[in-house]
């Protein structure tokens, strides 16, 4: 059975809360809570070809996209074009927002992946999921939902989710993507 990210979930290391809101032919949304005493959120990276919009629902946040710093309270939005390095530059404090990824396209198998990934323990000490993993399931998925992190070029990318899906192979991650997304 497919893991359903329409349930709220929690990063066991970070307490962060996911929980899918919403997909359609237009966006994808779901919702991020970051507890008060964690300063945790994603490294920096690039939405190849999606805008993301953070709505701010609760507290303050603060994300730097290129080489500027933009900050919004509740009730307020930040808009990131595809294409735009962004990282949420947060300290402890409570941040409760919606994201929504513009155009859809398959943010909702990737986000069953993350999950899934999540829930068996497949994260660091840090609380992020295993990336070579994750690289597998977006080579599997021929994923066009694509973040790639800052410093990497596209054709490095490519080459590492190359190698990491021979890894996959190798190791039988796909009983894992079976899991998750069929």
């Known amino acids: 059975m497919a893991v359903n990210i329409y349930d709220e979930f929690t990063n066991p290391v970070t307490g962060e809360i996911f929980k899918g809101i919403s997909v359609n032919e237009y966006v994808f949304k779901i919702q ?79 986000m069953q992946c993350f999950k899934g990934l999540m829930e068996d323990g497949y994260t660091n000490e840090k609380g992020y999921v295993d990336m070579r993993m994750m690289a597998y399931f977006i080579k599997k998925m021929k994923c066009q939902s694509i973040t790639i992190p800052e410093g990497v070029t596209p054709a490095q990318f490519k080459w590492m989710l190359h190698k990491y899906y021979l890894l996959g192979m190798m190791k039988g991650w796909n009983k894992l993507y079976k899991k998750y997304t069929l």
């Open 32 to 110: 991020w809570i970051k507890p008060a005493e964690n300063d945790h959120g994603a490294l920096p990276h690039i939405h190849v070809n999606q805008d993301e919009i953070f709505y701010v629902n609760k507290g303050e946040l603060k994300l730097r996209v290129d080489d500027k710093v933009h900050t919004a309270g509740p009730g307020q939005k930040i808009i990131v074009g595809k294409g735009k390095t962004h990282v949420v530059m947060n300290e402890p404090g409570e941040l409760d927002i919606t994201l929504e990824c513009r155009p859809p396209l398959d943010s909702e198998k990737y």
